[in-house]
């Protein structure tokens, strides 16, 4: 069971939009809606930002969004802030194991 | 507050035995699935194996499979994750994390982390 496949890393100005996609098969996200997106800063925990492919949990600032076309989900961060700098992992159910699988991160870089 | 605390950092040598724990509180800990996670050195994380305290099923990940124990102690709301012959190749640090409607939700919940380091 492979890795959700991730940019390694995408980049943006203050208050801009970026998008970070995470594509899988038909056996993980196109089977089902269960995709989950994490922050994690460095040296810290990670957080959980979007579950069930476009909710989000209390707290979560509603700058983040995600979304879900065919075997690639998206996140999405708008007005890009400082503090948004990390590295994002997402991941889905897959049937091929019964359990978790997780992309390989991606690195958000605020110029 | 609903909270996973893990154990401390552990040092060891290849070969010995080791038994890190993840204890709940706040939350019915038989109710909800509690997952295992490593992150090595620099890299990403990995599913390793996720456990229902209720009844304790488990399910490995393959590659994790034969090579570490997940269990709990549902009288005392702990989540374990041992070994029992450690390799250089399985320093890193290890995060559990409560799963909110497995497979539906998410890890909603993050331990700590605990920072294995396995050298001769």
């Known amino acids: 069971q492979s890795a959700l496949t991730q940019p390694a890393s995408v980049s943006g100005s203050p208050g801009q939009s970026i998008t970070i996609s995470c594509t899988g098969t038909?056996?993980?996200?196109?089977?089902?809606?269960?995709v989950s997106w994490y922050q994690q800063h460095p040296g810290k925990a990670p957080k959980l930002m979007i579950y069930d492919v476009t909710n989000r949990p209390s707290g979560v600032s509603n700058r983040f969004s995600g979304s879900k076309s065919g075997n690639t989900a998206s996140l999405t961060i708008s007005g890009l802030q400082a503090e948004d700098e990390a590295d994002y992992y997402c991941?889905?159910?897959?049937?091929?194991?019964?359990?978790?699988?997780f992309g390989g991160g991606t690195k958000l870089t605020v110029l | 507050e609903v909270q996973l605390v893990q154990s401390g950092a552990e040092v060891k040598k290849p070969g010995e035995s080791l038994k890190i724990s993840c204890k709940g509180s706040g939350y019915s800990f038989t109710s909800y699935w509690i997952g295992w996670v490593r992150q090595m050195p620099g890299k990403g994380l990995e599913w390793m194996g996720i456990i229902y305290p209720g009844d304790s099923d488990t399910r490995y990940r393959p590659s994790f499979q034969g090579q570490v124990t997940i269990s709990a102690d549902k009288s005392i709301s702990t989540a374990y994750l041992q070994w029992s012959s450690l390799k250089a190749s399985d320093t890193a640090m290890y995060y559990c994390?409560?799963?909110?409607?497995?497979?539906?939700?998410?890890?909603?919940?993050w331990g700590q982390g605990t920072m294995v380091t396995v050298s001769s």
């Open positions: 038909s056996s993980d996200i196109g089977a089902y809606n269960y």
């Open positions: 994390a409560r799963h909110s409607a497995f497979p539906q939700g998410a890890f909603d919940i």
């Open positions: 991941t889905s159910y897959t049937t091929s194991i019964a359990l978790g699988v």
